[in-house]
C-alpha cells in the first residue's frame, strides 16, 4: 500500500514529464493537426462502421467466404486447394445472381421519397430476410410523411397466393404505403419481384403493343441469369464435400435450384412464342382496338398512357403487383374484365380501391388503414370485413363499456372507504391492487368511431319543363367520324340518370354539349333561360387553386360569408381541422375533391352533372355523396364506373354508342351480367356475383321441386278416377271420431261441411252401427242432400252435387292419416255423445290442423 509521500512524488513527475513533451515543437504541431482533422470529420470511417448496400455486403460475404475457403485449402495442399477453386467460383456466381428475380429499389427511388419528406423505420432480423421467401413480413413498420406520422410500429404481412385490398380515410397514407413498398425501401426477399403502377408510360413514337412486348429484354436478363446459375450449379457438384462442409454445399445448393426454378417460372410466363398474343389479349380487354394497338404511345392521351403501363404490368405478371386506384381510368367493360382477370390472380396482390363491387370480386382479404396508425387485417372480400368490423367493434364496446363500470365502481369505494376503518381499509387497499393490475394489463380502447361526412346541395327551385332538350343533334369533332347523329332526349329537375358505354363513346361530350362548353354541328339544344348546372369534372384540379388553403379560396370566392360560416360549412364535408388551413397542394386527391363538391353546393345549381366524381373519393364519401344526391330536388347526371353508386341514385340507365343514346331497359345489374355475357365471361350462364350492385338481386338460377312434405293432397282428373275404379275417390270417409270440446256460442252454427266428388255421407249414421266397414265409401250415390243432427233437429248441410257444378278436376283430400284411420275399426263412442254439438264433436283428420 503506497503512503501519501509516494503518490505525490509520482504525481510531480508525471507533471515533469507532460511539461517536457509540451517543449517539443514537433509534437504540438501533430497535436494540433490531429484535433484539426478530428474536428473535420477525418477518421470516422473508423471510428463508425460504414452503411453498406445491399450489393456491397453481399460482395464482402462472398470475399470473406472465398477468403476462409482459401486458407483453408492453403493449410491442407494444393491438391484440394483446386477442387477449393472451383466452390469459390460457384459462391461468386451465387452471390452474382442472388437478386437476378429482385426488382431492387435504385437509390433514386429511395431519393425521391426522401424529397417528398417520407421516411420509414423496421426492426431487421440479425439473420436478414430470406431470399428464398415467397412471403412479406415486416415488423415494427413506422411511416412518416412532411412530419405527419401516418404507421407506427404497425405490421406487414403479404403472403403469396392472396390479394388483399387496401382501405382507409382520405389521406391516411394508402398511397404513401405504396410507394415506399415500390420503391423496396422496406426488407422485401429478393425473390419477390415488384412492379407499383404509379405512373404512365412515356410517350414515344413505339406502339402500345410494342411498349407492353419491350419485357423481352428483361427476359434475355433472365436467360443470362440463368445461365450463371448453372454454371454455379455444376461447380458446386464437382466441389468435395469430405472437408466437413457438406451442409454449406447443400444449403447453396438448394439456394441456387430454387433460384433457378423461379427464373425459369419466370421466363415461361414471358414466352415469345405466346407474348404477342397475350398482350394483344391483355390490351383488347382494357379497350383497345386493333387500330390504337399500333397507335405510337405519344398519340395517346394520359389516361391511355396509363392503360398501356396497367397492361405491362399485367404482361410481366410480377410476383407483388401494387395497383393504386387501377379503375380510375376505365369504361365499365374494362372494368369487368380487369375484374374478371385480376380474381384469378394467383401471385401478391395489393390494391387500392374505393369501388366496393370491385372489392368484392377480387379480393381475398381486406387491410383496414386506421386512424390509431395501425393495419388490421380482415379475411374475406368487403362485404364480409363490414360483417366481421361490426361484430368486433359491438363486442369491443361491451367490454370496454364493462371494464369502465369496474373501474369507477372501485375509484368509488376506494374514495369512500380508503380511510375508514381498518377492515374497510384493507379492501380498499385490495381492490386499488386490482385497478393497478387490470391497467398493467391493458384496458380496451374504445372503438373509433368516425366522424359522419354531411355532403348537401341546397334547394334547387322550381323551373318548368322542359328544363334542357336535345332535337336532332349531331356533333363531329373537326376532321373525325361524327360521334352523335340526330339525338333526342331531355333532362328535367326529376331526372337521375346514368349515361354508360365504352370510352371514345362521347360520355364527357355529351355532359360538354349540355353545359355549353361544346356548340352542335347540326340540330338545336335549348335549355331553359334560368337553367343553372354545376359541373364535377375528371380534371377538378383546374377549378382549385392549389397554392392556397380551403379557408382562403372559399374566402376569396365568396367574400361576404363570414369566416366562422365558411369553416362550419367545409367542416360538413370532411375539410376540417388542420386540413382547412393546409395548402391544397399538399392535400391527397381524395380531400381536394372534397373542396370542388363542397364548392359545387355552395353554387346551388338546378341540374348535377358528375364525371366520374368517385375516382378519388373514400367509402364514406361515396356514400355521403349518394345520400346527398338522393335527397337533392333537382336533376343530375352521372357519368360513373362504380356501379354500386349508380344502383343508389340513378333511376335510368342511358347507353352512349353507335352514334346515339338508347335507354336501357333493366337496372346496373342487368346491364353488368349482359356485359359479361357479351365478353365470354360467364359462358352464358347468368351467375349471381359477389359485388354490392348484385347482391340485392335474387339469382335467377333455376330451383328444384321439392315435393311436399306432409300435404297429401294430389290433383284427381276424369282419367284417373276411371282407370281406379276399386277406390272411389271421396272427400270425407268416417274416420276415427275425435271428441273436441266447442265453445257454447259456436254449437248452433257449425258451417256446412265441404261438398264431395261422390254423394256425401250421412253425419246421423253413428260410427258405432253394424254396417261393414267396407261400406263406408259405398253410400247410396242417388242421395241429394246429407242432414245433420244439431241438438236434436236435422238440417241440410248442403246442396246435390249437380247443382254445384263441380269441375272435371277437382283437389282431392284425401291424405294418408284418412288411409290409416280407415284400417282401423272406430271406437263407439260413449252414451249420450252427441255427433255434432255439445260438449263433444267429430272433426275428420285432414280438418283437424286447419285453424
Known sequence: MSSSWHKKKAKQAEEAAHRAEEAIPEFASLVKDMTRGAAMGEGDDQIFEKKLTKEEKKKLAAERKAAKRAAKAKEKGGGKGEKKSSQEEAALALAEAAGALSVIGTSAQEDDLAAEGTICTFAESKKGVDSRARDINIQNFTLQHKGMVMLDEAEI???????????????????????????????????????????????????????????????????????????????????????????????????????????????????????????????????????????????????????????????????????????????????????????????????????????????????????????????????????????????????????????????????????????NARQAQSKEKVLEKMVRAGLTLKPDEEKPLNFLFPHAGHLPPPVLSFREVSFAYPNCEPLYTNVNFGVDLDSRVALVGPNGAGKTTLVKLMTGDLEPTLGDIRPHMHLKMGRFTQHFIDVLDVTKTPLEFFSSLYPNDEYEELRKYLGRFGVSGKMQVQKMEELSDGQKSRVVFAKLGRDNPHILLLDEPTNHLDMESIDALATAVQKYDGGMVLVSHDMRLISQVANEIWICDEKTVTKYKGDIHNFKMDMRVKMDLDDGSKKALKGDASVNRKATAKKEKVKPKSSGISVVTKKSMASAPSKPVSIASPPKPIAVPVPPKLVSTVPPTKPALATPVSKTASPSSSAPQSNWRSRNASSPATNISINGSTKSSFKSAESLKIPTEVVDCWDDSDDEEEKKTPQALSSGTKVFGGSRAYVPPHLRNRS
Open 157 to 423: 404481412v403479404l403472403n403469396h397466393g392472396n390479394r388483399y385490398g387496401l382501405i382507409g380515410r382520405n389521406g391516411c397514407g394508402k398511397s404513401t404505403l405504396m410507394r415506399v413498398l415500390g420503391a423496396r425501401a422496406c426488407p422485401i426477399p429478393e425473390s419477390i419481384d415488384s412492379f407499383h403502377l404509379k405512373e404512365e408510360v412515356e410517350p414515344s413514337d413505339s406502339s402500345a403493343l410494342e411498349v407492353v412486348m419491350s419485357v423481352d429484354s428483361e427476359r434475355s436478363k433472365l436467360e443470362e441469369q440463368a445461365e450463371k446459375l448453372n454454371t454455379a450449379l455444376g461447380a458446386l457438384a464437382e466441389a468435395d464435400e469430405g472437408d466437413g462442409s457438406g451442409s454449406s454445399l447443400e444449403e447453396q445448393q438448394e439456394q441456387v435450384s430454387t433460384l433457378l426454378n423461379d427464373i425459369y417460372d419466370r421466363l415461361d410466363a414471358l414466352d415469345a412464342d405466346t407474348a404477342e398474343l397475350r398482350a394483344r389479349k391483355i390490351l383488347k380487354g382494357l379497350g383497345f382496338t386493333d387500330a390504337m394497338m399500333g397507335k405510337a404511345t405519344r398519340d395517346f392521351s394520359g389516361g391511355w398512357r396509363m392503360r398501356v403501363s396497367l397492361a405491362r404490368a399485367l404482361f410481366i405478371q410480377p410476383t407483388l403487383l401494387l395497383l393504386d386506384e387501377p379503375t380510375n381510368h376505365l369504361d365499365m367493360e374494362a372494368v369487368i374484365w380487369l375484374e374478371d382477370y385480376l380474381s384469378k390472380w394467383d401471385k401478391i396482390l395489393l390494391l387500392v380501391s374505393h369501388s366496393q363491387d370491385f372489392l368484392n370480386n377480387v379480393c381475398t382479404h381486406m387491410i383496414h388503414f386506421t386512424q390509431r396508425q395501425r393495419l388490421v387485417y380482415y379475411d374475406g372480400n368487403y362485404d364480409q370485413y363490414v360483417k366481421t368490423k361490426q361484430e368486433k367493434e359491438r363486442n369491443q364496446m361491451k367490454q370496454y363499456e364493462w371494464e369502465q363500470d369496474q373501474i369507477k365502481s372501485m375509484k368509488e369505494y376506494i374514495a369512500k372507504f380508503g380511510h375508514g376503518t381498518a377492515k
